[in-house]
């Protein structure tokens, strides 16, 4: 488990516990990933000793653990107010944080169809203007700038469009570049690895056209 969902502390704590059993079962709760179960042990203790961070900290855990990014955030900020100056709590702190951006973004993009067609619109208009920016340069003899732009490109590519006309496309630039470098071995290991791909897509006019640069480096 997680050191940041773990009950084990180091270096505080209180040597007696008043509340004795209810932190017994709320540490016993964390360890064990009974997150809802540690949340309700450590808010009675809190309600109990409302200055004292160690709790406000054991809880901010528990509400990462059930997910409840905002309430953990809250806990750590207060922890931290009342003088726990311990590195973990700013890291849950940021961790919180950078989850609830997600979840935010998630949700937002879930609601607007419009947008997530926007973005992929915007990711295609990218990847094309890669492909053009790589054309322009192999047909100016640049071939470093070819490479590094189809490189980027591939990288942009989805896993869903790794059979598609541009995924191809790229291919078929990335041994015209490997050519123009010099780079024949290079070249070979991405014609035979096409070709391969062609036949499994059954796209044959992708295969022949690898074939045929093939055919020019002997």
């Known amino acids: 488990m997680s050191d940041f969902l773990s009950g084990s502390e180091s270096g505080y704590g209180h040597d007696d516990h008043t509340d004795s059993l209810a932190f017994f079962n709320g540490r016993e709760a964390l360890d064990l990933a009974n997150f809802r179960d540690a949340a309700n042990n450590f808010t009675l203790l809190i309600e109990r000793h409302p200055r004292d961070p160690q709790y406000r900290w054991l809880r901010a855990k528990a509400f990462y653990g059930l997910k409840a990014w905002r309430l953990c955030r809250e806990d750590c900020d207060k922890a931290i107010a009342l003088g726990m100056a311990m590195k973990e709590v700013n890291q849950l702190v940021v961790l919180a944080s950078a989850e609830e951006q997600k979840g935010d973004l998630e949700g937002q993009l879930a609601d607007k169809p419009d947008l997530l067609a926007l973005l992929a619109l915007r990711h295609n208009y990218r990847l094309r203007s890669l492909f053009i920016s790589a054309d322009e340069h192999l047909a100016e003899g640049d071939y470093t700038a070819v490479l590094s732009l189809v490189n980027l490109a591939e990288r942009l590519l989805d896993i869903g469009d790794s059979s598609g006309e541009l995924a191809f496309n790229l291919g078929l630039m990335r041994v015209r570049g490997c050519i123009g470098a010099g780079k024949k071995s290079e070249a070979l290991e991405v014609i035979d690895f ?23 480096l002997y």
């Open 194 to 216: 096409y070709i391969k791909h062609a036949q499994l897509a059954a796209r044959e006019d992708y295969a022949r056209q690898f074939k045929d640069l093939r055919a020019l």
